[in-house]
């Protein structure tokens, strides 16, 4: 007998079974986040391999030598001289400078969301072999980082990328056109966006060089130094993508083979997402035995991936089916063993290796997870954590509509959950409306000022459809002396509003598995466990479970977490949906607050 037909039937029989589904669904869920635990432990996963033969990673001697090193420490000082400058004797400059190393080098003139002028320096080394078809793209920042060096053989990231260029426009193996890109950091990832559509879409309308198609790049951030103790490799890109695995271990095997140890190959940094967990640091035997530096690795990824925003100027190339990664330093106060001349080779046999490719890269993973920079988790082994989580919510209501009695309850349940569903699609297309609307109407909004509105409107279009349009869709479905139905009733709104979570997790974790597999964990077991009850004290119980995990409390709670206002929450994620294409206000408005209504609907029952 299905989930459905044991609830409306209370007989002891139908209750033992389905109190023992619920153990099993529960014990699965448990086996479900025990698995992510499971697949961090080396002996349990798969250690990273090359699957592109033409890439031969470290098959030739670095030749980027010290002279290419001073010529970066140069560069770099005359890049911080013009920080005082304005922006256009700035990147005038630095245009010169380039020029000045035999390099194509053309400014790219774009405006800023905020309507201020913004400028790229952009360079090309055409290659010896070269048809000009193929390139690939090495970029940094300028205008970045401390207006100071510590000692005069410190490079940063442009010194650095410009030596590189010049290293590069020089050697005959080049097969394919080389791009150098700084953007000016004080503008975040815009000059790059722009860069990139200017040079996919309008570089013949306006006229500044273009080399071949992109099969890969580079992206450097690095301030001023001369060592540092970790080499972090930033991968993450936007909403959870990721560049093909290759890439990543192509990198880590140049660097292991120009002596980085394998411990000091990281694959995040702090400050470079919004999250960056600080694990404890808990001298228990237990506590070390699970919280192994894998787990810590593959939990930081996995809520970086979560995040949705890239980590890096690399993300907005993923965007274009481009694999790029950023490489960037890290101080922790250690033996600092990594030298930027050690960096400087690293890059060079990366980009030898690229330049060997033949197709694009595609032989490896797009779908991964790591536990550390030399082990991988394959789709195919990580979707079984999301199914063990998702298994018992998901068969237990699969059941329970097919066993629905299709009567005027059910299609009364239906009403009031697709109300709901009306009213989070109006919200969540809402914010786009207020920013087309307000110009016409002469008003000027800030983000935070148009989820204010947003707010408000969310507010009052709930109270009406809870309030004024759910009754009105009841009352049309009385039955005169009609018999006790509660439980029919009651299976019919939990059965039914489960489907959106359901469908949009499944469908989320094709594409971004750690948000839909950590929202899964969050939200699984509250939608499970609310059912509304004869008994006061446990339906008052349930409700204030609900208004504790509703979206404002949760809301406050994350503003008093993050020390910001709670609109500027909104607001950064409105943008980052707009902008990166991230999960989080599409499941506020599609899932979130849709579900947590008829779930205070579904106690009305009793």
Not at 272 to 300: E, G, K, M
Not at 304 to 333: C, K
Not at 370 to 390: A, C, H, N, R, W
């Amino acid at each position: 007998e299905s989930w459905c037909k044991m609830k409306t039937n209370t007989s002891p029989k139908n209750t033992k079974k389905a109190f023992l589904f619920s153990i099993i669904g529960s014990i699965v869920y448990l086996l479900g986040i025990g698995s992510i635990v499971f697949f961090s432990r080396p002996e349990n996963v798969h250690r990273t391999y090359i699957s592109e033969n033409a890439l031969m990673p470290g098959s030739a001697n670095a030749e980027y030598s010290a002279s290419d090193l001073s010529r970066a420490a140069k560069l770099t000082s005359e890049e911080i001289q013009l920080r005082n400058a304005t922006p256009e004797i700035r990147i005038q400059k630095l245009a010169d400078l380039m020029i000045s190393l035999g390099l194509e080098t053309t400014i790219h003139n774009y405006t800023t969301l905020n309507g201020e002028k913004g400028y790229n320096l952009y360079s090309i080394a055409r290659a010896y072999k070269s048809n000009g078809v193929e390139a690939t793209v090495l970029s940094t920042t300028y205008n970045d980082g401390p207006a100071r060096k510590n000692n005069e053989n410190d490079v940063n990231g442009f010194g650095f990328m410009a030596s590189m260029m010049r290293f590069l426009s020089t050697r005959k193996w080049l097969s394919k056109d080389v791009l150098f890109v700084a953007t000016d950091a004080q503008h975040g990832d815009e000059g790059i966006n722009q860069w990139l559509h200017t040079y996919l879409y309008d570089a013949s309308t306006v006229g500044f060089p273009r080399g071949g198609a992109i099969q890969a790049s580079l992206n450097l951030k690095l301030a001023p130094t001369s060592k540092f103790d970790q080499l972090a490799i930033l991968i993450d890109g936007p909403n959870g993508q990721l560049p093909n695995l290759d890439l990543v271990n192509t990198i880590q095997r140049v660097s292991r083979r120009e002596g980085v140890p394998e411990s000091e190959i990281v694959l995040s940094k702090p400050g470079s997402s919004l999250i960056w967990p600080q694990f404890p640091t808990i001298r228990d035997a237990t506590y070390v035995r699970y919280a192994t530096p894998q787990l810590r690795t593959l939990l930081t990824f996995m809520l970086n991936q979560a995040y949705g925003v890239p980590t890096g100027n690399h993300g907005l190339f993923n965007r274009y089916t481009i694999d790029s990664v950023t490489l960037t330093e890290i101080h922790d106060g250690g033996s600092q063993i990594i030298s930027v001349h050690s960096l400087g080779r690293i890059v060079e046999g990366t980009m030898r290796s690229i330049n060997n490719l033949l197709e694009h890269l595609h032989q490896s993973f797009y779908y991964y997870l790591l536990p550390s920079s030399t082990l991988y988790i394959s789709i195919g082994e990580y979707m079984i954590s999301f199914g063990l989580v998702m298994f018992g919510y998901t068969i237990r209501n699969a059941l329970a509509v097919l066993a629905l009695p299709y009567d005027s309850h059910v299609t009364r349940s239906l009403l009031v959950v697709t109300a709901f569903a009306i009213a989070g699609i109006s919200l969540f297309s809402l914010p786009h409306t207020i920013e087309v609307v307000a110009p016409y109407a002469e008003v000027g909004l800030t983000g935070s000022q148009v989820m204010m509105a947003w707010s408000m409107i969310a507010a009052v279009l709930t109270f009406l459809i809870y309030f004024v349009a759910t009754p009105l869709i009841e009352m049309q479905f009385v039955v005169p002396n009609a018999p006790d139905t509660f439980a029919i009733r009651a299976s019919a709104f939990k059965t039914l509003a489960s489907i959106a979570p359901i469908v949009f997790l499944a469908a989320a974790s094709l594409q971004n598995f750690s948000f839909a597999f950590f929202a899964a964990v969050l939200f699984i077991p509250l939608y499970a466990t609310i059912f509304p009850a004869k008994n006061i004290v446990l339906n008052l119980a349930q409700r204030l479970l609900l208004v504790v995990t509703s979206p404002p409390v949760v809301l406050y709670g994350i503003s008093v977490w993050l020390m910001k206002n709670p609109f500027e929450i909104l607001a950064m994620a409105v943008e980052h949906y707009q902008s990166y294409s991230t999960l989080f206000f599409p499941f506020l408005c599609l899932v979130y607050i849709p579900t947590h209504c008829v779930l205070f609907k579904l106690l009305n029952v009793a």
